[in-house]
């Protein structure tokens, strides 16, 4: 005779072993992933260490214009606004950079807020 569904015959205590099982092969496999995700950001964290600490004449084999000033890097971060729409803020932020003659990316703008007062 064929047993279709042998879990039916299974007591309530080799159905807990079972369980327990199951639940600790997932989470095997799951502590397996989770190292396996550490090892791999260390070595891509150490790749990029290595990369930014060669210097600009072994990175760059195309001949680039001279420029007077090095460019700053990146984004300074998020901005908070309140009650100032998108292209007010960006406008404000342009006159900023210009007034102080920097480049945008040098400055650090924390928040943006519009201030209402009551004389018309």
Known sequence: ????????????????????????????????????????????KSRAGKAEKKPAAETVKTPVKAVSAPLAPGSAGHIKLFDVPDKEAAMVMAVVAYKMQKPLNELRFI???EVKSDEV
């Not at 080799?14 to 791999?40: H, R």
């Open 111 to 113: 928040s943006i807020k």
């Open 1 to 44: 005779m064929i047993k279709i569904f042998p879990a039916a015959e299974m007591g309530l205590g080799e159905a807990g072993v079972t369980a327990v099982f199951g639940y600790a092969v997932v989470f095997a496999g799951l502590l397996i992933l989770m190292i396996l995700l550490y090892i791999m950001a260390a070595i891509f």
